[in-house]
């Protein structure tokens, strides 16, 4: 105390030249900071823009022991022969249907299990819980053969109907909408009770839109998921004509000669739906992960 007491006061230009180099240091850390990022956005996007060049690139410059960075010109009828080589709007029309489909299926079977689940007392809850959680833990491989037997019994090989089905229910979408159920404050259910509400009018008009960011979550990567979805589209279609984009795309590849351009092509152009949906939806996007922890 005595020495701060008896220490002269800083001079003006003293104090300017400490904040000078405060604010210095600020900026190069901020610098620092900010090409570190800028490398990682780099190494993110790096892939989708070597699918660019390789779109526009011949197969012998994508298959050449040196890489070539840019074509010597560019081939924009890589994009052509997409729709020359599949029956493109068919099958992105069938990619549509089955996405829309399973998302709507999946809003509402999980919404309605993970509340019951969450909400609800009821005789065997908890075995039942378990038998849901338990098909998290065994890949989806293992009953592949037995959904398989059951869309054939039903008669649903190379139909649309054969295609959705097994994706209407999510045990994950269970789990993620009874964990949001759990969260909310036991006193707003008990509050709408009071006031005359029943069980049905507790759901729709209380939690439901309590629990709308997670819902946001399970739609996204129930469109993610239903989109990208290759093994079993492979597995109960045959014709071209009733697969969805991700197993068209499977058939470019040969085992003899495939022409990568096209299959590049091929690709960007079944991406560009998801990647337009996320740019117009990317606030609702983040903040629905945000809000529901998912990692």
Not at 34 to 50: I, Q, R, T
Not at 61 to 86: C, D, I, K
Not at 87 to 108: D, H, K, N, W, Y
Not at 153 to 177: C, K, R, Y
Request: proline share 6%.
């Amino acid at each position: 105390m005595v020495e701060q007491l008896t220490r002269p006061p800083r001079s003006p230009a003293g104090e300017r030249r400490t904040r000078a180099r405060a604010q210095r240091r600020r900026h190069g850390s901020h610098a620092v900071a900010h090409l570190v990022l800028g490398l990682g956005a780099l190494a993110m996007a790096f892939p989708f823009l070597w699918q660019v060049v390789m779109s526009l690139s011949t197969n012998a410059e994508v298959q050449s022991v040196t890489p070539t960075f840019w074509p010597e010109s560019l081939q924009w009828g890589n994009y052509a022969a997409v729709f020359e080589r599949l029956p493109f709007l068919q099958q992105f029309r069938t990619s549509i249907v089955i996405t829309l489909v399973r998302v709507l299926a999946q809003i509402l079977f999980c919404t309605l299990a993970g509340y019951a689940f969450a909400r609800m007392r009821f005789r065997g809850r908890n075995l039942l819980l378990a038998a849901v959680l338990s098909i998290l833990m065994v890949p989806s491989q293992v009953y592949l053969l037995s959904q398989y037997q059951i869309i054939t019994d039903l008669g649903l090989l190379d139909s649309l109907g054969g295609l959705v089905l097994p994706g209407l229910f999510s045990a994950f979408g269970t789990f993620l909408m009874r964990t949001a159920f759990l969260g909310l404050p036991d006193e707003l259910e008990e509050a709408a009770r009071l006031d005359g509400a029943n069980p049905w009018q507790v759901f729709w008009r209380v939690m439901l839109p309590l629990a709308r960011p997670t819902i946001s979550v399970l739609a996204i990567t129930s469109t993610l998921w239903s989109w990208n979805e290759l093994l079993w589209p492979l597995v109960v279609s045959t014709y071209s004509e009733r697969m969805p984009l991700s197993a068209g795309l499977a058939t470019l590849i040969s085992d003899r000669t495939t022409d990568y351009p096209v299959v590049m092509a091929a690709s960007l152009l079944a991406m560009a739906p998801v990647l337009v949906l996320f740019v117009v939806l990317q606030r609702r996007v983040i903040d629905g992960l945000a809000s529901s922890g998912l990692k």
